[in-house]
């Protein structure tokens, strides 16, 4: 069963996923990690960044490979989730710029792209930490309901509920992309340890469904159920169904 770690808020949520990280860097140096995007991360890589300022934590060894970007978006468009990262990231911290990976929403065969992409996180011995933030939807990374556990990186369309709130970051929901490459869920389920973090009353709902209920395909997290080294780390509020 995953491990479920309770926080009083968001911020010490967020604290706890930072130091699960550094203590993953600290053990093993040349850590591969996988990153996620949205809104939840956000303050778990401002915690990272402050870190590394204070000389807590080196990147200098590691890698990381993103769960997921939009299809049609080039790496410099501003609602890319290369340039999330960047910002939120990378140019505060001192990863080798080699080894971030993004997957590439401009890539001219997106599906050949994926399975690039998929191969090389193998190649690189597969991910040893892997970040999840967790959609109203149940979706990891942008694996949507339906998608199947053994699913790897490929091209996915967007559910209308991910484009609808995914607009906020965009002028209007016509400008959101309807497809993204993402890792599969099988390919997540590779990772050696898988870190879910979910902050707000927003999540608590879904949150509770994808542990209490049984694994199903309906749910893409779920199968995180199915993986022998989940940390789930909650705020109160997303805890907490009402
Ligand atoms: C996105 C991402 C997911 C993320 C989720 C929740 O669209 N592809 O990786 O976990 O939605 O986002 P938020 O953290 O903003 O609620």
């Given at each position: ?72 978006l080039a790496p ?28 590439d929403g401009s890539a ?135």
């Open positions: 069963p995953p491990n479920i770690v309770v926080c009083e808020d968001a911020q010490a949520a967020s604290r706890k996923v930072a130091e699960i990280i550094i203590a993953t860097i600290a053990e093993k140096p040349a850590s591969v990690l996988g990153l996620a995007t949205g809104s939840t991360p956000i303050r778990t890589y401002e915690l990272l960044v402050d870190a590394f300022r204070d000389e807590r934590v080196d990147f200098s060894q590691a890698t990381s490979f993103n769960l997921d970007e939009y299809v049609g410099k468009h501003p609602q890319s989730f290369r340039c999330f990262m960047d910002d939120h990231l990378f140019k505060h911290v001192n990863f080798s710029p080699m080894r971030t990976y993004v997957p001219a065969d997106p599906a050949a792209h994926a399975k690039l992409y998929d191969d090389e996180i193998r190649m690189v011995g597969g991910v040893d930490c892997q970040l999840l933030g967790i959609g109203h939807n149940g979706h990891i990374g942008f694996n949507e309901p339906g998608s199947l556990p053994d699913s790897r990186t490929s091209v996915v369309d967007l559910a209308e509920l991910t484009i609808r709130k995914n607009a906020r970051f965009f002028d209007s929901a016509d400008q959101v992309p309807r497809r993204a490459i993402t890792m599969g869920i099988g390919t997540i389920l590779e990772s050696r340890h898988i870190v879910l973090l979910a902050t707000g009353k927003s999540k608590a709902k879904v949150v509770a469904q994808a542990f209490e209920q049984s694994p199903s395909v309906d749910l893409p997290a779920s199968w995180l159920q199915t993986h022998d080294h989940v940390t789930v780390v909650l705020d109160n509020d997303a805890a907490t169904v009402e």
